[in-house]
């Protein structure tokens, strides 16, 4: 453990319920996307894909117990890469996966170079001390994506289709760069990934299955998500209440991230291409 008491300050904690009431219940709709898939045909397949979700979510926990630094670093590139996956639009492979970079980078790794003072201790907290890995990769990263950015502005300069979002990118980064970085981070988290998740999705799942069961399957997700957080929370107990919510907050989102990102990433949009 790290030899310091941290004190989250009034935006912080502000950012932190964000994340936790508007944020993590996104991903509470997986339930209803696996059963769009075909998962809840049966008994038995509802179980298995309830079972398997969990069993990643516990998997990537174990993981980032043991090796922290490098659990960190992973997170923070396929959090690039699912961010990104959301807000590009691009209608060619490679004009698409550029907007995947820029656009998911600049959320998690811009957040980190705009504030890196604050983002190391968090950073720190997360591995219990060994930061350097992260923010090295960080800040290797971020300058690929500046570069990356002039290639996407001449990009928008020949095809005015790619300008809404590239307007989007850099409002985006100005409200990363202004607001402190927990509340930076929250802002994009909850207002633009969440509100574009859901719209992409509920469009999708409403025509196949019943609203209210959607909404069912959400808030129960919702519900354990947050009292499994809660027992984590107690399990912990460093003495350091405020570090010991950020870890629960963090590590919980990357382990819900990764079965996520399957889910989503991996076998619904495919389902629509």
Same mark, same amino acid.
């Given at each position: 453990?790290?030899?310091?008491?941290?004190?989250?300050?009034?935006?912080?904690? #502000?950012?932190? !319920?964000?994340?936790?009431?508007?944020?993590?219940?996104?991903?509470?709709?997986?339930?209803? #996307?696996?059963?769009?898939?075909?998962?809840?045909?049966?008994?038995?397949?509802?179980?298995?894909? *309830?079972?398997?979700?969990?069993?990643?979510?516990?998997? #990537?926990?174990?993981?980032?117990?043991?090796?922290?630094?490098?659990?960190? %670093?992973?997170?923070?590139?396929?959090?690039?890469?699912?961010?990104?996956?959301?807000?590009?639009?691009?209608?060619? =492979? %490679?004009?698409?996966?550029?907007?995947?970079?820029?656009?998911?980078?600049?959320?998690?790794?811009?957040? %980190? =170079?705009?504030?890196?003072?604050?983002?190391?201790?968090?950073?720190? /907290? /997360?591995?219990?001390? &060994?930061?350097?890995?992260?923010?090295?990769?960080?800040?290797?990263?971020?300058?690929?994506?500046?570069? !990356?950015?002039?290639?996407?502005?001449?990009?928008?300069?020949?095809?005015?289709?790619?300008?809404?979002?590239?307007?989007?990118?850099?409002?985006?980064?100005?409200?990363? @760069?202004? /607001?402190?970085?927990?509340?930076?981070? $929250?802002?994009?988290?909850?207002?633009?990934?969440?509100?574009?998740?859901? /719209?992409?999705?509920?469009?999708?799942?409403?025509?196949?299955?019943?609203?209210?069961?959607?909404?069912?399957?959400?808030?129960?997700?919702?519900?354990?998500?947050?009292?499994?957080?809660?027992? $984590?929370?107690? *399990?912990? &107990?460093?003495?350091?209440?405020?570090?010991?919510?950020?870890?629960? %907050?963090?590590?919980? !989102? $990357? $382990?819900?991230?990764?079965?996520? @990102?399957?889910?989503?990433?991996?076998?619904?949009? =495919?389902?629509?291409?």
């Amino acid at each position: 453990m790290i030899g310091m008491v941290t004190a989250l300050d009034t935006t912080s904690i #502000v950012a932190l !319920l964000m994340i936790v009431i508007i944020g993590l219940p996104h991903g509470a709709f997986d339930g209803a #996307v696996a059963n769009y898939l075909g998962a809840g045909k049966t008994i038995f397949s509802g179980i298995r894909f *309830f079972t398997t979700y969990m069993a990643s979510a516990i998997v #990537v926990i174990v993981i980032w117990i043991f090796l922290p630094s490098l659990s960190l %670093v992973a997170f923070l590139i396929i959090s690039m890469v699912h961010f990104g996956w959301g807000d590009a639009n691009a209608k060619t =492979n %490679v004009q698409f996966i550029l907007q995947v970079v820029v656009h998911g980078g600049l959320v998690v790794f811009g957040t %980190v =170079n705009f504030h890196i003072t604050e983002v190391t201790q968090l950073f720190k /907290l /997360l591995t219990n001390g &060994d930061s350097t890995a992260a923010i090295q990769v960080s800040q290797i990263m971020f300058l690929g994506i500046l570069f !990356l950015s002039i290639i996407y502005l001449f990009l928008v300069i020949k095809n005015s289709e790619l300008m809404p979002r590239f307007i989007e990118l850099i409002i985006i980064a100005l409200i990363l @760069m202004l /607001l402190p970085p927990l509340l930076g981070f $929250a802002v994009y988290f909850c207002f633009v990934h969440t509100g574009r998740h859901m /719209l992409h999705i509920w469009k999708k799942l409403q025509i196949a299955i019943n609203s209210r069961v959607i909404f069912i399957q959400a808030i129960g997700l919702t519900a354990i998500s947050w009292l499994l957080g809660l027992g $984590a929370f107690y *399990f912990l &107990d460093s003495g350091d209440f405020d570090a010991d919510i950020l870890r629960v %907050v963090f590590i919980g !989102l $990357a $382990a819900l991230t990764v079965p996520h @990102m399957i889910l989503v990433d991996g076998f619904f949009r =495919n389902k629509q291409t």
